[in-house]
């Protein structure tokens, strides 16, 4: 059985950071492209930050230079680093694990493509 939980949301100010965690079981990290996700009320899911299995990783415009996404095996926990934060930062985070065909023209930022989900850590910034 698959499972992937995250931790580490909170409500912190405008500028400040926050470290994510997504514990996995069930999957490994060679199997899996991992990926983060937000999604705020009323908005679609939108895909932040994706890393494959052979390491490489992708950003969302929004979020580059602020985001570091990261992967432990030994842990089996996939890592958001949050730096600068802003307001419209404020979401539900999820974690996700799928398995595809990541390209130059797929970069896994779609959540169609996640077969695994995790039940989120909120993220609330204030200004």
């Known amino acids: 059985q698959v499972q992937l939980v995250e931790s580490g949301g909170g409500s912190v100010q405008a500028g400040g950071s926050l470290s994510l965690s997504c514990a996995a079981s069930g999957i490994t990290f060679s199997g899996y492209h991992m990926a983060w996700f937000r999604q705020s009320p009323g908005k679609e899911r939108e895909g932040v930050a994706v890393?494959?299995?052979?390491?490489?990783?992708a950003y969302a415009d929004s979020v580059k230079g602020r985001f570091t996404i990261s992967k432990d095996y030994a842990k089996n926990t996939l890592y958001l680093q949050i730096a600068s934060l802003k307001p419209e930062d404020t979401a539900m985070y999820y974690c996700?694990?799928?398995?595809?065909?990541?390209?130059?023209?797929?970069?896994?930022?779609?959540?169609?493509?996640?077969?695994?989900w995790g039940q989120g850590t909120q993220v609330t910034v204030s200004s």
């Open positions: 890393i494959g299995t052979g390491g490489t990783t």
């Open positions: 996700a694990a799928g398995s595809f065909l990541l390209a130059p023209w797929n970069r896994g930022l779609a959540p169609g493509q996640y077969n695994y």
